[in-house]
């Protein structure tokens, strides 16, 4: 494991549920943080960095979950090491990086990117539905993300900025850290999409980087128009957003509100999914398919050739609108 921070509290009990596997080191130059993992998740191997840990271990493969700025030195020194690699998403800082890396990789060691939102269970069971053909024609699309969690609080806090204390000094925030999210699982929903119109602006002066997107796209195929649109700091919205997505057809319409999944029209259905078991079964669902591929020789659904058309539709949302984050020139 490479890293020990807070998204590994996800990362470390889905490698608890691979049969066969386990966890044997990890590295973090924090020692709070790396004695915590280690001493919750009993990981043996501890180390303040990924090379100590490469020279005294003898490994099968490398979880990075790392900040997204040393993710293309990571998978360059594991690759260097011939390990198989899953990376924590996204694979570069921009396309440009991750498209470096993936020229330098030339598919020397099998690298998978975890994007993991699209194996929550509402989009599996989503995807199961169009595959069944239930809405007919598709006609339009659309995704909200809101949120009020940038809005300073009655403690005068911004909830969001409590959360991920971080947020604050990201010159790219809402898209390359939370929409990328979305773009992918709407890709794995309904295909190859271009961007077409971007606009995206910043609330308040407690971060750089935006906190507000409306992206306007189709679909390669056939121009079905997409409207995804990501704020957090709409008055009147919970604190902790949840995906609000319309698949409107010919022969229904789908609506995923949070984590129930309707399907509206001749015959309707309704499921409803445990907000923390799907978070959780979310990090489940890659790590087992990271092995799975591995143990088989198969393609990994989110390769890294899959994640560049991904980081294509987030560069485009920042050459589009001429966001700057605040203080750039």
């Not at 049969?19 to 590295?27: Q, R, T």
């Not at 001493?39 to 490469?54: H, K, P, V």
């Not at 498209?99 to 020397?108: F, I, P, Q, S, T």
Request: hydrophobic share 40%; net charge negative.
């Amino acid at each position: 494991m490479v890293g020990a921070g807070w998204v590994t509290q996800y990362h470390l009990p889905a490698w608890q549920r691979v049969e066969g596997a386990k966890v044997a080191a990890i590295c973090d130059p924090d020692p709070a943080s790396l004695a915590l993992r280690a001493d919750t998740f009993g990981i043996e191997g501890r180390y303040a960095s990924l090379e100590a840990m490469l020279a005294n271990e003898r490994l099968d493969a490398l979880d990075i979950a790392t900040p997204r700025r040393f993710h293309a030195e990571n998978v360059l020194t594991g690759c260097s090491h011939g390990l198989p690699m899953l990376c924590q998403k996204p694979l570069g800082v921009d396309l440009d990086q991750a498209r470096d890396v993936v020229r330098k990789l030339n598919g020397a060691v099998p690298l998978m990117v975890h994007e993991n939102w699209r194996f929550r269970p509402y989009y599996r069971t989503l995807r199961s539905w169009l595959d069944e053909g239930v809405l007919g024609d598709l006609v339009a699309a659309r995704l909200d993300f809101h949120s009020s969690g940038m809005i300073i609080d009655p403690d005068g806090q911004r909830p969001a900025l409590v959360r991920q204390p971080f947020f604050r000094r990201e010159p790219r925030l809402l898209v390359m850290e939370v929409l990328i999210h979305h773009l992918d699982s709407l890709r794995f929903l309904l295909g190859e999409f271009d961007m077409h119109l971007a606009r995206l602006a910043r609330s308040n002066n407690d971060i750089i980087g935006e906190d507000s997107a409306t992206l306007s796209l189709t679909r390669r195929e056939d121009g079905l128009p997409l409207t995804v649109s990501g704020n957090l700091a709409v008055h009147g919205a919970p604190q902790a957003p949840s995906d609000q997505l319309y698949l409107w057809g010919s022969k229904g319409t789908i609506h995923l509100d949070g984590t129930v999944l309707r399907l509206s029209g001749p015959q309707p259905r309704e499921v409803r999914f445990d907000p923390v078991e799907s978070y959780q079964a979310a990090y489940d669902g890659a790590i087992s398919h990271f092995v799975a591929a591995l143990r088989s020789g198969g393609k990994f659904e989110t390769d890294a050739l899959d994640n560049l058309n991904t980081l294509v539709l987030v560069e485009a949302a920042y050459r589009i609108s001429g966001f700057k984050p605040a203080g750039a020139i």
